[in-house]
């Protein structure tokens, strides 16, 4: 049965740790996605990370 985990990483610079650290514990990234949310001053992009594992 397959195991499933979504992410929240709120900043692009901790994308790649992020998957580097759930790949060693034998996670594999299925999807990536990006969203923005806020006004002119407060603009955020939250980057969604959705890991499989199993059969």
């Known amino acids: 049965m397959k ?3 979504c992410i929240v990483v709120g900043h692009h610079n901790n994308v790649a740790k992020t998957i580097a650290d ?3 514990q034998g996670w594999k990234l299925h999807t990536y996605n990006t969203a923005g949310m ?3 001053w407060n603009y955020t ?3 969604y990370l959705l890991f ?3 059969e």
Do not use: D, S, Y
Request: charged fraction near 20%; glycine fraction near 20%; hydrophobic fraction near 35%.
């Open 22 to 24: 759930w790949e060693a």
């Open 3 to 5: 195991e499933w985990q």
């Open 38 to 40: 806020g006004g002119t």
């Open 52 to 54: 499989v594992r199993g």
């Open 45 to 47: 992009v939250n980057h």
